[in-house]
């Protein structure tokens, strides 16, 4: 099945810019969605088809999808942004969607 | 805005079934995909299956045996029965709504249900 690996934590400085990776073999070719989950808390989607901003989501979030890996930012990064993120890809070959390993984010 | 209101039995003993439901206001069963993912304690997200505006339901090939999705379009509801617990299904379980197709995100989330499986 398909595999999806993120780093299991980055710490980033509040104003800096944090940049979260998801790898899978040539996921490029694949839609990637991004979620945002804090503790206690259902997922809420921060980004969807590699770049799209949902309404609501700051102008801070961006994401980028190339060959090997997916890539979502956070720009600016605030208290706020501390949080675990998903990644997540509809697989074709299985006919079901697979997640990331999840990232903690921690703001320093 | 939609809203997703999700419940059902919290504590199974082995090799029961597990039964939840997800209302949904302010949104139509017929027009989206509609989702039920699993977060294990402490661990990550896992998808479980799907049900499309037709009614036709699609799941993980590691649960498909013992799963199944269904819809209730008179009361806006859908549900997820998965047979044959084991203490491994021990989870939060969600529902959530997709887009219009099959690759689409999951944009809204019910509150999610503990669901414990104790010998």
């Known amino acids: 099945s398909y595999v999806l690996t993120q780093p299991p934590s980055l710490s980033v400085a509040p104003g800096k810019t944090a940049k979260i990776t998801c790898g899978g073999n040539n996921i490029g070719s694949k839609s990637v969605h991004w979620y945002q989950q804090k503790p206690g808390q259902a997922p809420v989607l921060v980004m969807s088809?590699?770049?799209d901003r949902p309404s609501g989501i700051p102008e801070r979030f961006s994401g980028s999808n190339s060959e090997n890996t997916a890539t979502l930012t956070i720009s600016r990064v605030e208290a706020g942004d501390e949080a675990d993120y998903y990644c997540?890809?509809?697989?074709?070959?299985?006919?079901?969607?697979?997640f990331g390993t999840g990232t903690k984010v921690t703001v320093l | 805005q939609v809203q997703l209101q999700q419940w059902g039995e919290g504590l199974l003993k082995p090799s029961e079934t597990l039964s939840l439901t997800c209302s949904v206001d302010g949104g139509s069963l017929s027009d989206h995909y509609w989702h039920w993912i699993r977060q294990p304690p402490s661990k990550g997200l896992e998808w479980i299956g799907e049900?499309?505006?037709?009614?036709?339901?699609n799941y993980s090939p590691s649960l498909a045996s013992r799963v199944t999705i269904s819809k209730d379009t008179s009361k806006n509801q859908f549900s997820l029965k998965m047979n044959s617990v084991t203490v491994a299904d021990t989870a939060i379980y969600y529902c959530?709504?997709?887009?219009?197709?099959?690759?689409?995100?999951?944009?809204?989330w019910g509150q999610g249900t503990l669901v414990t499986v104790f010998s």
């Open positions: 049900i499309d505006l037709r009614g036709i339901s």
């Open positions: 088809y590699d770049r």
């Open positions: 959530a709504r997709g887009g219009y197709y099959y690759d689409s995100s999951q944009d809204s």
């Open positions: 997540q890809v509809w697989d074709r070959s299985s006919d079901s969607y697979v």
